[in-house]
């Protein structure tokens, strides 16, 4: 008869099927934990629970959300994660710290040189080590121009979900270029494994700098070109304009860090709110706007390309020549202590606190992935939008399933 | 309250936490604005709960730390109230730690499946592959982390050496 998992067929209503799984799967199996979830599981007269996700193509991963619908109105929503938790601080914890380096690589798997500089920055703080002056320039080089890579994707990302096809293929034109220099310097296209503690792996090479001058030399055209696929588009224009709006008040208390603070007016960037490295000695801007809606997200993101080239442009101009590692022996036992370090990664602010208890392992390493605070936003900001409209407001968070789910 | 580096620090009680909390984020001398991170942590003998704000008027992040928690029963106050973007931070503590955050409206484990019944980031949560770095341990099973008390206090379990 009717339960939760059959309904009256549409041939003949004597007749009862099973429904697919995917429909009742929103509801859990076990007695609700909290208010929040009894309350978000009581539905009323014409609400609907569907599952968004984990395999949904515009979940950018494995993000799974239940959905509570009346119509095609969200009324509110249960983000559910955990499907890619891989326990990276407990591995960490488990290795030596070099071993930390790998681990933390994968979790922000579209620019990972920021996710592998957390247990590096951490231990040189730790041990008080001074980093040769190449090193640094040559760590801002690659961050800068993974920020860009990351940006051009998130640009093409960004029209995918509502439905443009074209512009991730220009965006992966952009970031293919970028990835293969970095393939060329690194040896790897994604997780490049290339920061160590006390420099980074290896001098830049001839194939490196011949590519990075080859694109140098049309990467601003180029991105422009890329932009005004989008910018001047007047139906994605019309679609992002006013949607998403996120105020300034609530980006604060929602620890939002990253382009979705910036986009509400608010300047605060890691690289000179606390500046690390060899920031302080480069000249750039923090772009932001005010409207905080998806369209000033979007904007945003290609304001920052602009700087990052220009950053590019100063740093290859000052580079020293000199070692690119510190000298460091190959077993480091970092002394007892504690310390807190954050950078600005394409996200926000991308932060990691560890302990070490005087071995050669990390005590604690806890890693602070700015789109796992940023998806927090949804809460608060989807409730009333259409379904269609969540996808947009989505992708302009910019969310990277690996460090959310650690 | 001490220095270490670019990082200031001070410890408060769990008693006192929202209100050294709202002071720092809301009066006009301190303006720690922006709530950088929360973290459990587990030295081996109690619960810490850490966080690190920032404010525009220093150049210092501020560490509080929330220590002397009990490991078999740490109970600490939300500061959802303060900032409620700290809500899932929290929730990862307790689903990681077992801290339980007193105050908060949707306190349930964040990772893993509800019906999982560990705490993995705890000391005493071994991995099977730590055998090998335990002589005499042996292999335990993930799942069998819940020790009876004394166990928890075993000598041979990693605790922090910072004060």
Same mark, same amino acid.
């Given at each position: ?131 040769? =002056? /190449? #090193?640094?320039?040559?760590? *801002? ?6 920020? !860009?890579?990351?940006? +051009? ?117 890691? =690289? /000179? #709110?606390?500046?690390?490295? *060899? ?6 801007? !923090?772009?932001?706007? +005010? ?116 | ?163």
């Amino acid at each position: 008869m009717a339960d939760r998992n059959n309904v009256r067929s549409l041939d003949d209503p004597n007749i009862w099927v099973d429904t697919p799984a995917t429909i009742f799967d929103a509801v859990p199996p076990y007695p609700p934990r909290t208010e929040r979830e009894a309350e978000f599981y009581h539905l009323r007269d014409g609400e609907l629970l569907i599952n968004l996700g984990p395999q949904h193509p515009s979940t950018h991963g494995v993000l799974r959300v239940v959905l509570k619908i009346d119509g095609e109105r969200v009324v509110d929503l249960d983000p559910v994660l955990g499907y890619l938790h891989r326990g990276v601080e407990k591995i960490c914890e488990n290795g030596d710290w070099h071993h930390a380096i790998s681990n933390c690589d994968p979790l922000e798997y579209v620019a990972s040189l920021f996710s592998e500089a957390m247990p590096v920055l951490v231990a040189e703080k730790l041990l008080g080590l001074e980093v040769p =002056r /190449r #090193a640094e320039y040559i760590r *801002v080089l690659t961050w800068e121009l993974n920020r !860009i890579a990351s940006h +051009a994707l998130y640009t093409g990302w960004q029209a995918l979900d509502m439905g443009g096809l074209t512009p991730i293929l220009y965006g992966f034109i952009e970031r293919d270029e970028i990835v293969e220099m970095l393939a060329a310097l690194t040896g790897q296209r994604m997780l490049f494994n290339y920061l160590r503690i006390g420099g980074v792996n290896g001098d830049l090479n001839h194939d490196f700098l011949s590519r990075l001058g080859d694109w140098m030399s049309h990467a601003g055209t180029q991105l422009e070109a890329n932009a005004q696929l989008l910018n001047e588009n007047e139906i994605f224009v019309r679609r992002m304009r006013g949607l998403g709006i996120v105020d300034r008040e609530a980006a604060l208390r929602t620890c939002l860090s990253g382009p979705v603070l910036r986009a509400t007016g608010i300047p605060y960037d890691v =690289r /000179r #709110a606390h500046p690390y490295s *060899v920031y302080p000695e480069i000249e750039f801007d !923090i772009p932001t706007r +005010a409207e905080g809606d998806c369209y000033a997200r979007f904007m945003l993101h290609l304001d920052e390309v602009r700087e990052s080239i220009r950053i590019i442009d100063q740093v290859l101009h000052e580079m020293p020549d000199g070692p690119v590692m510190a000298k460091v022996p190959r077993l480091i036992r970092i002394p007892p202590g504690r310390a807190f370090i954050a950078v600005e990664s394409p996200r926000g602010q991308y932060a990691c606190y560890g302990m070490s208890d005087g071995s050669d392992q990390p005590f604690r390493l806890r890693i602070h992935d700015p789109s796992f605070f940023n998806l927090q936003i949804m809460n608060s900001m989807l409730p009333g939008n259409l379904i269609a409209d969540m996808m947009a407001i989505f992708a302009s968070l910019d969310p990277i399933m690996g460090g959310i789910d650690k | 309250m001490r220095q270490h580096g670019d990082t200031t620090e001070i410890r408060v009680s769990p008693a006192h936490l929202t209100e050294v909390l709202r002071r720092l984020r809301d009066d006009d001398e301190f303006r720690f604005e922006v709530l950088a991170d929360v973290a459990g942590v587990d030295t081996g003998d109690e619960m810490w709960v850490v966080y690190h704000l920032w404010s525009a008027l220093s150049p210092d992040w501020l560490r509080v730390i929330v220590d002397g928690l009990p490991r078999d029963d740490p109970r600490v106050p939300s500061v959802t109230a303060l900032w409620n973007g700290a809500e899932w931070a929290e929730r990862e503590a307790y689903d990681m730690f077992g801290i339980i955050f007193e105050g908060t409206r949707d306190l349930r484990r964040i990772y893993m499946p509800p019906d999982y019944t560990s705490f993995p980031l705890r000391k005493d949560f071994l991995l099977p592959d730590d055998a090998a770095r335990s002589p005499g341990e042996g292999f335990r099973h993930m799942e069998q982390a819940h020790q009876p008390a004394e166990q928890l206090r075993d000598p041979r379990l990693r605790r922090s050496r910072v004060d």
